[in-house]
């Protein structure tokens, strides 16, 4: 009898711990190359790397440059998207000691030199609860990347602001809503708004923006999500972006 209780315990805890949620992680990459060698970084991703990625379960979502310069000419955005932050730390392990892969990096240097001025950065995001589904990407749209650095203990009020408002009024006002996170690192997950949106052009931006911010909904909402002090430590950080021609543009 104990043993049937005991084995009924396990059976029972392997069930909850199946039936506890996965979520997926999202990374927002950031490379810098030397000068001159961008186009041999984004021929490297083309040919092999986002091939590579998938081969290990890292899902390619979308690749960017900065649409203005000098970011332009030296610098490689992207976006990818893991199973779980298990998941990823396992396919990263797996893609770095893949011999293809190995081979790609050797003849890459052989042929070009070295061709990241510094090593990239990384930020591991999780997806809130009001980021939208993305189904579709255009390649002729203007995307603009936000980071917003909040006082302390405000996140939770950025987040109902944009929630209950923001998200529908840059609908109103043209914007397309994207992906919407926050960072995982302990240093800015109880801090920081990363989000991204998509526009018909940079004119298009212009003109949203100033319809946004003299919304009179807005600026009730704004006054309203202040009560209790500001919300923002400093200014958004703000750049724009353009896909990439091997960048996918549909989601699963």
Known sequence: MMRLFGLLCVLSAASLTAAEPVTPV??????????GKLDALHNRFRENTMR???????????????ADEPLSETTLVYLIKHASTEAAA????????????KAVAKKSAEDHGKILAKAPEAIYLTATDFSPEVNLLSK?????????????????????????HTL????????????????????RHDNT????????????????????????EWQAAARESEQD???????????FLKLTEYSPTGQK
Not at 52 to 66: L, M, R
């Open 26 to 35: 999202y990374e927002l990459r950031i490379y810098t190359c030397e000068p």
């Open 52 to 66: 590579i990625f998938e081969k290990h379960g890292i899902k390619n979502v979308a690749y960017w440059t900065p």
């Open 90 to 101: 396992k396919s990263w392990d797996a893609f770095r000691n893949d011999p293809e892969w």
């Open 140 to 164: 002729d749209m203007v995307f603009e990347l936000r980071t917003y650095t909040t006082e302390e203990g405000r996140l939770p009020a950025l987040h109902k602001r944009f929630r209950d």
């Open 168 to 187: 529908n009024l840059f609908a109103r006002h043209g914007m397309t809503n994207l992906w919407y996170f926050t960072p995982q690192d302990e240093a």
């Open 193 to 216: 708004l990363i989000y991204l949106l998509a526009h018909a052009d940079r004119e298009a931006a212009s003109a949203s923006w100033k319809a946004f911010v003299t919304d009179p």
């Open 229 to 239: 002090g500001k919300i923002l430590a400093k200014r958004p950080e703000v750049q």
